[in-house]
């Protein structure tokens, strides 16, 4: 069966640290992966896409990985503030054309 | 405003009775999108609209959900005699385009449906 997981136990982590959050799929060829950041009580907000043919992406303090042979993309927060403190989704996009999304980790960073 | 709108943000019903959720998009915004969160959990695709195609109607749990999008802007997820599994946010999203053309969705800040 087709799956997204994402790691359901929260993640405690010192302010400056790196962050590291992992997505792993099986049974999806998508043709890109999304990061999305949500705080309680509010709706997700678009934070990076990553195409099949692209192995890393990078937006400020963000890094995104995407290996379609181990099926998998690391999310990367470089120099953690108590400020990313929130869920990260990640979403893919399935062969029917639409976006489906793991069931987020909850990151908490510690001043 | 800028951003998608959507209305109630909070509502109690009691179970059997009809609810309607109300999403406007971002203007000039072709496809919406609508999702359900549950407690802890993460966001289950319902329905999703394009332009002037059929919906994709694929994920809607029961027959008691339906949705309809007017004039290609405002949509409606109606929900009939609600039952207590029904209660999660319901979440709506816009982009620009569709998926496989580009792929951020801008989403709202939900409408909480409590069914007692």
């Known amino acids: 069966s087709q799956k997204i997981e994402q790691n359901s136990e929260a993640l405690n982590i010192q302010e400056g640290k790196t962050a590291t959050l992992t997505c792993n799929y099986t049974?999806?060829?998508?043709?890109?992966l999304q990061w999305y950041r949500q705080d309680p009580g509010r709706g997700p907000v678009f934070l990076l896409l990553?195409?099949?043919?692209?192995k890393e992406k990078r937006k400020e303090r963000l890094k995104v990985t995407f290996d379609t042979t181990l099926k998998q993309s690391l999310f990367h927060i470089t120099a953690s503030q108590p400020a990313d403190s929130a869920t990260y989704l990640c979403?893919?996009?399935?062969?029917?054309?639409?976006?489906?999304f793991g069931q987020g980790t909850e990151l908490s960073v510690k001043p | 405003g800028a951003g998608v709108s959507q209305s109630p943000s909070n509502k109690v019903t009691e179970k059997g009775k009809d609810v309607e959720l109300r999403c406007d998009p971002i203007?000039?915004?072709?496809?919406l999108y609508w999702y359900r969160q549950s407690l802890g959990q993460g966001l289950e695709f319902l329905i999703y609209?394009?332009?002037?195609?059929?919906?994709?109607k694929s994920g809607l749990p029961s027959d008691r959900f339906s949705a309809e999008r007017t004039g290609g802007s405002v949509s409606t997820l109606t929900i009939q005699r609600t039952q207590q599994e029904d209660s999660a946010v319901y979440l709506c999203?816009?982009?620009?385009?569709?998926?496989?053309?580009?792929?951020?969705?801008?989403f709202g800040e939900g409408s909480r449906l409590t069914v007692l």
């Open positions: 203007s000039g915004h072709t496809a």
């Open positions: 999203a816009s982009s620009l385009e569709g998926l496989r053309v580009s792929g951020e969705l801008f």
């Open positions: 609209f394009q332009g002037n195609s059929a919906p994709d």
């Open positions: 979403a893919l996009l399935n062969q029917g054309g639409k976006l489906i």
């Open positions: 049974n999806y060829s998508p043709a890109y």
């Open positions: 990553i195409r099949e043919n692209e």
